[in-house]
T-cell receptor
Framework: GAVVSQHPSWVICKSGTSVKIECRSL??????MFWYRQFPKQSLMLMAT?????????EQGVEKDKFLINHASLTLSTLTVTSAHPEDSSFYIC???????????FGPGTRLTVL | AQSVTQPDIHITVSEGASLELRCNYS??????LFWYVQSPGQGLQLLLK??????LVQGIKGFEAEFKRSQSSFNLRKPSVHWSDAAEYFC????????????FGAGTILRVKS
């Protein structure tokens, strides 16, 4: 199998606070993980590429100081939304590429609501 | 620029009927092609993928897709749709040359009527 988990599955926070989302590959090693954002009734937009042991690469228009990404090990990447605002409310999905393959496996997503 | 087009936003089919979801792409490298399915509030599940070789690929849940290079298409098909197939389907394109980043289509919402 190739299972990716995310924690939490949903979170509600106050404006101005920071929220951390974890992405784990449970049964495989992932040198590369991706973070996506999905607005209601829209497709997935790639935010950043996370490589184990190196700095994340952000897509154009994504604020790296607002969306902090850490890929601490071959099975864990974290996304921290700093000083969250209501416009950051969204569905955040991570994916992981199974080592030695080119296939992305997706997590179940995290619903963030900022009040 | 890389792009993926799914021309049908919504499709409604009767249970038991056949299904074809269209996907066209524009890509600057030899593409890897994927179909994913998403149920409401859930992540994406991989249905099938094409990297090379046989252009007709079989996936899970009875789905198949055919890669047609001349038409830059990768349409998804199923001969007999089940009510549980109702979901949103995304076509995606990637390539090792681009770090395996995926470009997604806008998605097609499938409704199944009984």
């Amino acid at each position: 199998g190739a299972v990716v988990s995310q924690h939490p599955s949903w979170v509600i926070c106050k404006s101005g606070t920071s929220v951390k989302i974890e992405c784990r590959s449970l049964d495989f090693q992932a040198t590369t993980m991706f973070w996506y954002r999905q607005f209601p009734k829209q497709s997935l937009m790639l935010m950043a590429t996370s490589n184990e042991g190196s700095k994340a690469t952000y897509e154009q228009g994504v604020e790296k100081d607002k969306f902090l990404i850490n890929h601490a090990s071959l099975t864990l990447s974290t996304l921290t939304v700093t000083s969250a605002h209501p416009e950051d409310s969204s569905f955040y999905i991570c994916s992981a590429i199974k080592r030695y393959t080119d296939t992305q496996y997706f997590g179940p997503g995290t619903r963030l609501t900022v009040l | 620029a890389q792009s993926v087009t799914q021309p049908d936003i919504h499709i409604t089919v009767s249970e038991g009927a056949s299904l074809e979801l269209r996907c066209n792409y524009s890509y600057g490298a030899t593409p890897y092609l994927f179909w994913y399915v998403q149920s409401p509030g859930q992540g994406l599940q991989l249905l099938l993928k094409y990297f090379s070789g046989d252009t007709l690929v079989q996936g899970i849940k009875g789905f198949e897709a055919e890669f047609k290079r001349s038409q830059s298409s990768f349409n998804l098909r199923k001969p007999s749709v089940h009510w549980s197939d109702a979901a949103e389907y995304f076509c995606a394109v990637g390539a090792a040359e681009y770090g395996n980043k995926l470009v997604f289509g806008a998605g097609t919402i499938l409704r199944v009527k009984s």
